[in-house]
């Protein structure tokens, strides 16, 4: 559970096995309307509006209490593209970014009846979330110039193959790794390294084939704390 400062975990080896180490992602709401977290029940109805944000989102991340995948959309997403963590992309799961929310469509992973769906969502802020996109050139040490120094960055190939997002965290950084979603291995020539105000990125394929298209999100805390930048060891 959550504690006033951190939280706790189990003995699940998914957390929390001897010896490994392991990252964490944690957020909190600054009630600056930049950070929405919620639930909704669903109702299997197609075009169905998920309003009181407070904010047209540009990320929203949903999981089912089911064994279903979760999905996200952004705004730079294609008309009706969602996108898989898996590297998939599919429609008819969340349909639209919309002023006050989004719309989801039929598909068991966003709109099952009677089941309970949990989103997150962010809009886009100059201190502490944005995104953009860049043309892969395949050349490694490839610099990236950012407006800010990340503490998180997730990137995901939007042209030119397989679409699975990887991201890093001042962390893994230095330890040169760069971590995927999923019981996968970590990558040593993809994020190589989190620069001041940018990135540098190596050749893999997942952020650097040459003449591909790639979204970024990058996220830091304003307040300047540790954010992103801990781990822990067992």
Not at 146 to 170: A, H, K, S
Not at 201 to 208: F, R
Request: negative net charge.
């Amino acid at each position: 559970g959550f504690l006033p400062d951190g939280f706790t975990v189990g003995t699940s080896s998914t957390v929390n096995t001897t010896g490994q180490t392991y990252h964490y992602i944690a957020f909190r709401d600054n009630g600056v309307g930049d950070f929405d977290v919620g639930s909704f029940l669903g109702n299997g109805a197609d075009n169905r509006a998920i309003s009181g944000l407070g904010f047209k989102p540009d990320f929203v991340h949903i999981k089912g209490d089911t064994a279903q995948l979760g999905c996200y959309r952004h705004s730079g997403s294609a008309s009706d593209t969602t996108y898989l963590f898996d590297g998939t992309t599919q429609t008819d799961h969340i349909q639209e970014l919309l002023t006050d929310g989004f719309e989801v469509g039929t598909n068991a992973r966003v709109n099952s009846n009677a089941v309970t769906y949990y989103y997150f969502a962010f809009k886009k802020n100059k201190d502490f979330f944005e995104t953009g996109s860049y043309t892969g050139n395949g050349v490694v040490d490839t610099e990236k110039g950012l407006i800010w120094t990340p503490e998180l960055i997730m990137i995901q190939r939007r042209t030119g193959g397989t679409n699975t997002p990887v991201y890093t965290t001042l962390a893994a950084s230095d330890s040169g790794v760069t971590l995927r979603f999923g019981n996968v291995s970590q990558l040593t020539d993809a994020i190589k390294k989190i620069l001041s105000f940018g990135f540098k990125l190596g050749t893999d394929v997942m952020v650097n084939a040459n003449t591909s298209v790639y979204d970024y999100f990058i996220w830091r805390n304003p307040l300047q704390t540790e954010f992103t930048r801990k781990y822990y060891m067992y």
